[in-house]
């Protein structure tokens, strides 16, 4: 699928969880997109990216629930959370960081922009690489990353942070020396290698979003839909802190 | 001693670098790790240490099992210097660069800076001692990273492609080091591609493939066995691919002073003879 279509598609499915607020309708938001995943064949990238957002999902949940918000409401604000996380999960694991620079490029960005964007994405997995090189070295070194107080194992992290930014900038410079000896910034236009075409399934895919954002939008002033409401209190003694 | 019994090891990406490793390295002993790259030679070594843990077999580090003991006290036994010192440094000084595994240890102040200068005088480092290490040139920070395992004095040194990046003046000085570390009973393990410098150190060898033990033995019986050779993806060394091509000269020679003293008998023997005519 273009690029560009796929955006315009992750888009709907965020302006539709920003619209909702029901329960109900965000969580089929969230469901609708799992055969999207299956066809994708990217379940089990997936599943890790939604581990990973979990806590993030737990603390809007209790940052929602403590101050004032219902439970239910709470509820529908995380399933929002996660429907926003897994369709730019979907977004970024079905495209490769060359097709997203070609797709920016189309849509006019400066060519350095794009390039910048494409390969900071590039370098996430090398950087992740570096910092468990980084880790190993420290831990050969006697740093216990798990041990002491809050504050400890907060200062344990410098070993860890210095060697792997300092590394990052040595890479930049490198980088942007390599580029520089093989034309980059030369203001002549750029002739790219692949162009991206929209096919009749891209179009047909940007049409159904559009119509889903309208009808979502319609259903969310007009329609009455089943709402779901979970009571919960917390017990007096924490209604008092 | 390392023991590694029957050792597996599998990336979580499913990816099988090790498959049924069985090594044993006395104490005092010199051995280069060799090997294509993937061949798990870098991970086999990050067991020795606990990084890694086997998922199937044990290592044993002077008789305790690595799974059961932190990567914090197996290092206090096992250094392990990383090929890219710049993994590692970050302090401002190399000073406090080289203390900083010893107050992780525990040492106090005084003994901190007795290993510290003792360290540095030993790697020629004393004035780089107040310089921040980002500023050295690669061979230096490669002899920072160096002493900043060295200085707590691990019985077993494990040293991860040593010769990178280095010119063959800091290779020779590097050779001469490794050689008199082991002179002092201390362990060395050293994983590496090259293949001369080995030749030149003569270390027992074993050569890795594929996550399995291909070869085990002194190095002129392994570099010279063209099968294991090339089967390890390794460059043969050139004195031992010249010699192999005369018939009457020995095919065990891998290092230059062996085959200058060879040479040298020839060409004595062959001069006696025209003499004698």
């Known amino acids: ?241 | 001693m390392i023991s590694a019994d029957g050792v597996h090891f599998t990336y979580p990406n499913g990816n099988e670098v090790l498959r049924g490793i069985d090594l044993r390295i006395d104490d005092g002993e010199f051995l280069a790790i060799m090997g294509e790259n993937g061949a798990g030679k870098t991970t086999l070594i990050k067991t020795f240490n606990g990084l890694l843990r086997p998922t199937k077999g044990q290592v044993f580090v002077n008789e305790i099992d690595t799974k059961k003991t932190s990567v914090a006290s197996l290092s206090r036994n096992v250094g392990l210097v990383f090929q890219n010192p710049d993994h590692q440094l970050f302090c401002e000084t190399v000073r406090d660069e080289v203390a900083y595994s010893l107050r992780n240890f525990g040492y106090s102040r005084d003994i901190v800076e007795r290993r510290v200068k003792g360290i540095l005088e030993t790697l020629d480092l004393v004035p780089y001692m107040n310089s921040s290490p980002f500023m050295l040139s690669g061979g230096e920070r490669k002899r920072v990273a160096l002493a900043s395992v060295l200085v707590w004095n691990p019985q077993h040194i494990v040293l991860d492609e040593p010769t990178i990046g280095q010119d063959y003046q800091q290779k020779d000085r590097l050779r001469n080091f490794i050689v008199q570390l082991n002179s002092q009973g201390k362990t060395v393990i050293m994983v590496t591609h090259d293949v001369e410098f080995v030749a030149e150190c003569r270390p027992r060898v074993m050569l890795l493939s594929r996550g399995k033990i291909i070869g085990d033995g002194r190095a002129d019986k392994i570099l010279t066995d063209g099968r294991l050779i090339d089967q390890a993806s390794l460059l043969h060394p050139q004195i031992s691919l010249m010699f192999s091509s005369f018939n009457d000269l020995p095919h065990d020679v891998i290092d230059v002073y062996s085959a200058y003293t060879i040479v040298k008998k020839r060409i004595r023997g062959s001069r006696n003879v025209i003499a004698s005519l």
């Open chain 1, 1 to 241: 699928m273009d690029p560009r279509a796929k955006f315009v598609v992750i888009m709907a499915i965020f302006v539709i969880s920003l619209i909702q607020t029901n329960v109900l309708a965000l969580s089929l938001i969230l469901v609708a997109q799992v055969p999207l995943i299956w066809i994708a064949k990217s379940m089990k990238r997936w599943g890790a990216s939604m581990k990973g957002g979990f806590l993030l999902a737990t603390l809007i949940f209790i940052m929602n629930f403590a101050t004032g918000s219902t439970f239910t409401y709470s509820i529908a604000m995380t399933i929002r959370f996660l429907a926003l996380l897994s369709s730019f999960s979907i977004f970024f694991m079905t495209t490769s960081p060359d097709d997203l620079g070609l797709a920016l490029e189309e849509a006019h960005v400066p060519y350095t922009l794009c390039f910048t964007f494409t390969t900071a994405v590039r370098l996430v997995p090398t950087m992740a690489t570096d910092a468990q090189t980084v880790v190993d070295a420290q831990r050969s070194r006697g740093l216990e990353l798990d041990k002491g107080n809050l504050l400890k194992r907060i200062r344990n992290y410098i070993p860890i942070l210095i060697p792997l930014i300092v590394s990052a900038i040595r890479r930049s410079v490198e980088l942007a020396e390599a580029l520089e000896s093989r034309g980059f910034g030369l203001s002549v236009k750029r002739q790219p290698v692949t162009v991206l075409r929209m096919r009749k399934s891209d179009y047909a895919a940007i049409l159904a979003a559009v119509a889903l954002l309208m009808l979502a939008a319609w259903a969310s002033i007009y329609a009455q839909l089943p709402i779901i409401e979970i009571h919960f209190e917390l017990p007096r003694l924490w209604c008092i802190v």
